[in-house]
């Protein structure tokens, strides 16, 4: 059983979608950690996945991923980036609009989305790290009404569709950062078991 700890309730319906197969438990299950809410202070995915899976892990005492993710824009230096939940104040949808208004008129639109996981065991004190990246580019206007954050503004290299879009399809986990970090931790989790 591997407790994946995290606040969001769409990352938490994606890793339900991803790897239905394995035996999560989520923070809903563990009454002690109840108003847990790490603060990130780290500069990179690494470092902030790390404080989230060591805090709630040491206070579960069981196995504990948790995710840090974000979108790095090419022209922006990187921004959002480990800033993306936070990085100006108000809902998702203010925050892909002060997006696409700092691009106006910008040529180079690549950025990629990151998701890094930790996975944590509180009796070894231990960390392995599982990292999946998806690059495309950011749009001049939202299309589609699925996902969540910055999915009404990102289409995936490869593809026409935004990752809302595909999300209204169920396509998103064809190309999803998420997905291919929860592939790699799988990869790495089946070969622990032989
Ligand atoms: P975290 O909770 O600090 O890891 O912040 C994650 C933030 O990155 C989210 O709140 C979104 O703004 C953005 N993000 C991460 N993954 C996705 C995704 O799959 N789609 C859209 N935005 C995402």
């Given at each position: 059983m591997i407790l994946f700890a995290t606040n969001n309730q769409h990352k938490l319906r994606e890793v339900k979608e991803i790897l239905p197969a394995l035996q999560w438990s989520f923070?809903?299950?563990?009454?002690?950690?109840?108003g847990m809410d790490p603060e990130e202070t780290g500069e990179t995915f690494e470092a902030n996945a790390k404080i989230k899976a060591v805090e709630f892990g040491n206070a579960s005492g069981v196995l504990t991923m948790a995710d840090d993710s974000g979108l790095e824009v090419f022209a922006l230096d990187g921004q959002p980036g480990v800033r993306s939940a936070r990085w100006i104040p108000g809902s998702d949808e203010d925050r892909y609009l002060h997006l696409l208004q700092q691009l106006e008129?910008?040529?180079?639109?690549s950025a990629q989305f990151v998701s890094v996981l930790c996975l944590y065991d509180p009796r070894t004190k231990t960390e392995h790290f599982f990292r999946g990246e998806v690059q495309g580019k950011i749009i001049d206007e939202p299309r589609g009404s699925g996902g969540f954050g910055y999915d009404a503004v990102f289409v995936p290299d490869g593809d026409e569709l935004t990752y809302a879009q595909l999300a209204d399809e169920g396509r998103k986990h064809d190309y999803n950062h998420r997905r291919k970090s929860l592939d790699a931790f799988h990869d790495w989790w089946r070969q622990q078991s032989n």
């Open positions: 923070l809903g299950d563990f009454p002690q950690l109840a008129g910008q040529q180079d639109r």
